[in-house]
């Protein structure tokens, strides 16, 4: 049970404008609790206040922790979404880029203190000999990382470094943007393969070339559930013979991912492919991302008599056009996938009123949806309300995002927005969230809907 001083110094170090601008008021005695309350709260700024006005000579973990022996310092997890962020956040890109810098730090550091050491403990009668040095406790910082090209630089030294350091950084979820193809490779290379659980490559125009030099290199993560390859200039349409081996070679290595959950190939052409993409896996798919991917109705046959469907968490068929040759496909799709689904994205699939009224004995059989984002087709306002409607018995929908009504002016969006929460209201369904706004969307993810 903390005590009431740890307490009262929680709610201190809470509020990082107090702490800086009464730190020079405080007295010193109060130094090592007000850190301890920072550091097992994670309030990164106040701390870097505290250590730059430290009032001892030294700064020391182990006196601080008493016989907590530090080993683990988990920083995953952090949201990067924009939501509900105060000023004092930090990206994943920033968290990352200081991460790095720190362990490139801590590194010199200690190499320093190891000469000087190892200089001060020879033995006094012969210079050749010395005592070991003192081992320093190394803390095992674990982490997601986000990377883009500005970046590279300074984490690819911190992970060199790693096997070194006495901080060292074990990533959880990777992230890289617009990055070339070695230097992808070279960072998934430096990376522990039992820890990393997801790998998020986007914008970086692999292509089928590109994929096939750098798959290979994750079948060594023996835990990677999630693998997002979205914006990755994959086009099936027209292959040569020499890509339809690259293809090929793109589904046995997806295959060798024997733990892999959730694949993201969004805004790939895979126009009739999908078969021989996933045909292969070694088990079931619980999220599948295939927006903007031009399929074709064979694909969603394939998808709705796969052992994917009956195990599916999340779907996204967004800007594939759902309105006509492949609106019967989904619609089966969907029956197989009614047990399990959580999450639906079919923005921006030209679904009108009609299309959405044959698809609401499917949809109104997924009784453990939570989400349902239909942004962007054109439905009127009266489809709206009837889509409000008929979704009122799927006791679990928690967030709804809507499109602007076709047959509404911007000045009368208010109206119908009044319109569906005084529904909501009558029916007592105010705990589900109706919305325009695509923010919303950024904070749902694969490994909430897991818990």
């Known amino acids: 049970m903390h005590s009431l001083v740890f307490l009262c110094a929680q709610k201190v170090v809470s509020h990082h404008s107090t702490v800086h601008g009464a730190l020079e008021f405080i007295p010193k005695e109060l130094y090592p609790v007000l850190f301890k309350a920072a550091f097992m709260d994670k309030r990164t700024l106040v701390l870097q206040d505290l250590v730059q006005t430290w009032p001892f000579p030294v700064l020391s973990f182990q006196k601080l922790f008493k016989r907590q022996c530090l ?22 890109w920033s968290r990352t880029v200081t991460l790095a810098k720190a362990c490139i730090d801590v590194s010199k550091h200690q190499s320093k203190c190891t000469k000087r050491t190892s200089k001060r403990r020879k033995g006094p ?18 982490v997601d990382l986000f990377v ?10 911190a992970l060199q470094n790693n096997a070194n350091s006495v901080l060292r950084l074990k990533c959880r979820d990777f992230r890289a943007e617009e990055l070339p193809i070695a230097s992808t490779v070279g960072l998934l290379e430096f990376l522990d393969p039992t820890g990393v659980r997801q790998v998020d490559l986007r914008f970086n125009n692999l292509g089928l070339s590109g994929l096939r030099v750098i798959l290979p290199h994750m079948a060594k993560f023996t835990n990677l559930v999630s693998l997002k390859l979205p914006y990755s ?33 969004g805004s790939s052409r895979l126009s009739g492919k999908l078969r021989q993409l996933l045909g292969d ?13 031009y399929l074709l109705p064979n694909d969603l046959a394939y998808l709705s008599q796969s052992l994917h469907t009956p195990t599916l968490k999340k779907l996204d068929l967004s800007g594939n056009n759902l309105s006509d040759s492949l609106l019967q496909p989904f619609q089966h799709l969907l029956e197989e996938a009614s047990s399990s689904l959580l999450h639906l994205d ?6 009108m009123d009609i299309h959405l009224e044959s698809l609401f004995p499917a949809l109104c059989r997924c009784s453990q949806l939570r989400y349902l984002g239909v942004f962007g087709n054109p439905l009127s306002a009266r489809g709206l309300k009837n889509l409000l409607q008929r979704t009122m018995g799927l006791l679990y929908l928690q967030l709804v995002i809507y499109p602007y009504p ?21 029916a007592s369904r105010t ?14 993810d694969y490994f909430n809907l897991s818990e």
């Open 71 to 92: 080993q683990v310092l988990d920083m995953t997890g952090l949201q990067d979404d924009g939501i509900d962020q105060g000023p004092e956040s930090m990206s994943l």
């Open 233 to 265: 200039n994959i086009d099936v349409r027209r292959l040569s013979a020499g890509m339809e081996g690259s293809l090929h070679y793109f589904a046995t290595q997806l295959s060798r991912l024997s733990c892999l959950k959730e694949l993201n190939l």
């Open 125 to 142: 009668y012969s210079s050749s000999v010395t005592l070991p040095p003192p081992q320093p406790v190394s803390v095992e910082v674990h």
């Open 346 to 351: 079919i923005m921006e699939c030209r679904l």
């Open 148 to 157: 883009n090209s500005t970046s590279y630089g300074v984490l690819k030294d």
């Open 406 to 426: 076709v047959d509404c002016y911007s000045e009368n969006l208010p109206w119908v927005s009044a319109e569906l929460q005084q529904m909501l209201l009558t």
């Open 431 to 444: 705990d589900v969230v109706w919305t325009t706004n695509l923010c919303r969307h950024n904070t749902l």
């Open 281 to 293: 896996l070694q088990g079931p798919l619980e999220s599948l991302e295939l927006a903007f991917c």
